[in-house]
């Protein structure tokens, strides 16, 4: 790791956050709260207020009422689209700070922190435009005493839940979609990376949007996040966190059969041909999977690489991972940050020795990096893996890549989908034949050739399998949170039924 010195300096004492709800920062009081400690340096750097269930129902209360007066739903689409652009210009305003905390409490580098906040100003001014071009549809095939229209409308209050390992981008993809379509929020961030919800409530407010639109409340999923799927005044929930958690939620929402959005976790395939560009495709594949530590639902964590150059790939790997800029977070120079939390360290550990014990070998990496503070773990290529290991099925969740080999494309396409989730999929081959056979093929919601992780704000993401359900981002992202009505209109005298 290199020894290298912060740019930027650590906070003195713990930012005390309060919530948000109704336009305005609710303080602490008596509420118990958490200190967040940044995995990178072990020290407190957020204090979190752990709200209650009275604290959620008060903001589903809220939001609710500012459903109903249409205070933002009755708003022209310009008008919409007027608050989401000063929002990214907020956004920007603030994105050294908001790229700060995030890199404290995710333990990220600040140089993708950075990358993700002008990402997530882009999202907001690409939903403007959602906004002012959602529309319905007109039937005027139903005879000449009937016409059609089939209108869009929000679907309500929704609740929105996210997980800690891209906590401001995620919300990116969700917020401005809602608020394009006219719904009104309360969100519930991950108790490890609270900040950057609360700034963009702040934020949203200063861009004009109608106190009670967006609300925050910040605290534990067992008690909060089980609450809100369980709201019986909550319209959708859109979850994005672990399969396990998201099976809760999908249960508790049957409470009034609220409609839900679930992302989910991932163990998505790299496949590489042998007539990839090989040195690109490693590069590809490096990138892949220590994008945010390995931390990411759509890693490429499953090496998927044609037998004759499997060896040969294995080493560019190897090469390219000793070259991968491991360092202190706050440092601009760094590619590579620290592992969320103590647990999750000795979950991708714990993984490591399993594969070993199973049969697979550790072609480099394999263990953590001995720090003075805060957690890292090397990039780590377990090489002779079969698709039946446990690090071949299940997600890992940090820098580790399980190498399989196959020997045809058939073969290929058969070990990507033999397997639970189908979040993601990337091919690398120079045969574009063969990549489209292979994506047609290949169960999953968001697929590339010849690169991997990256994408905009038009494309749709989501999963296949208990990779989750209902799509976000895009017409389609925006489109689940509105309800469709049909309404029939008859035209001319009616044909009397009675008598
Ligand atoms: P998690 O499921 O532990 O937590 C996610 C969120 O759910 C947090 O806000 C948490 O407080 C809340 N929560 C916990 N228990 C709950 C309950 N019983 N009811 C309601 N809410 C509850 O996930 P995590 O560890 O924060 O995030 C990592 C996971 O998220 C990985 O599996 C990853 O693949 C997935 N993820 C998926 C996507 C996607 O777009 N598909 C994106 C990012 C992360």
């Known amino acids: 790791m290199d020894t290298i010195s912060p740019s930027l300096s650590l906070p003195d004492s713990p930012r005390e956050f309060g919530f948000y709800v109704g336009g305005r920062w609710i303080e602490r009081g008596l509420r118990k709260h ?3 400690v940044s995995p990178g340096h072990d020290i407190p750097v957020t204090r979190i207020t752990l709200c209650t269930k009275d604290d959620l129902d008060d903001a589903v209360r809220v939001a609710r009422r500012a459903f109903k007066d249409r205070r933002w739903s ?68 139903l005879g000449d005493k009937m016409l059609g229209l089939v209108t869009r409308e929000p679907i309500g ?61 910040t605290g534990t999923g067992p008690e909060v996040g089980q609450a809100m799927a369980a709201h019986m005044d909550i319209d959708m929930i859109s979850f994005t966190g672990s399969t396990v958690t998201g099976r809760n939620v999908l249960l508790a929402s049957s409470s009034n059969f609220k ?28 990138f892949g999977v220590c994008f945010n530590a390995g931390q990411c639902c759509v890693s490429g964590s499953r ?26 977070p706050l440092d601009p120079r760094t ?41 890292f773990i090397h990039p780590t290529l ?46 690398w081959t120079s045969n574009i034949d063969k990549a489209l056979q292979v994506i047609r093929s290949v169960q999953a919601g968001r ?13 749709p993401i989501g999963g296949f399998k208990q990779s989750g359900t209902g799509r976000e981002t895009g017409v389609y992202g925006v489109e689940e949170y509105t309800e469709i009505k049909s309404i029939h209109i008859a035209i001319g005298r009616r044909e009397p039924w009675v008598g």
């Open 382 to 427: 377990l090489s002779g893996v079969s698709n039946t290991m446990a690090v071949a099925r299940e997600e890992i969740f940090g820098p580790v890549l399980s190498s399989i080999p196959f020997d045809s494309l058939e073969e290929a396409v058969e070990l990507a989908n033999d397997n639970d989730y189908g979040l993601a999929a990337s091919v």
């Open 303 to 328: 090496l998927l690489v044609e037998r004759s150059i499997a060896e040969k790939f294995e080493r560019l790997v190897v090469e390219k991972f000793a070259k991968v800029r491991i360092g202190d």
């Open 34 to 36: 958490m200190e967040r």
């Open 157 to 217: 209050v929704v609740g929105l839940i996210i997980p800690w390992n891209f906590p401001f981008f995620i919300l990116a993809e969700r917020i401005p979609f809602m608020l394009a379509a006219g719904c009104t929020i309360v969100a519930k961030p991950s108790e490890l990376t609270s900040a950057s919800a609360l700034i963009m409530a702040e934020i949203l407010t200063k861009a004009g949007l109608p106190d009670g639109v967006f609300n925050v409340v």
């Open 74 to 141: 009755g708003l022209s689409g310009t008008g919409r689209a007027d608050v989401l652009l000063k929002a990214a210009a907020g956004i920007r305003e603030r994105a050294e700070e908001i790229a700060y905390w995030e890199t404290l409490e995710t333990g990220k580098a600040i140089s993708q922190a950075r990358n993700e906040v002008d990402g997530a100003a882009s999202i907001y001014e690409y939903c403007a435009g959602t906004a002012r071009s959602l529309h319905g549809d007109t039937f005027n095939n």
């Open 335 to 375: 590619q590579l940050g620290a592992i969320v939390s103590p647990a999750h360290n000795e979950k991708i550990l714990g993984y490591i020795k399993k594969g070993e014990e199973e049969g697979a070998r550790i072609a480099c990496g394999g263990k953590a990096i001995g720090t003075k503070a805060g957690r």
């Open 259 to 286: 409609k839900v959005g679930l992302e989910l976790g991932g163990k998505s395939p790299q496949i590489v041909f042998a007539d990839a560009n090989l040195d690109e495709a490693a590069d590809g594949v490096v």
């Open 447 to 459: 697929t590339w050739v010849n690169t991997t992780i990256t994408g905009g704000p038009e494309m």
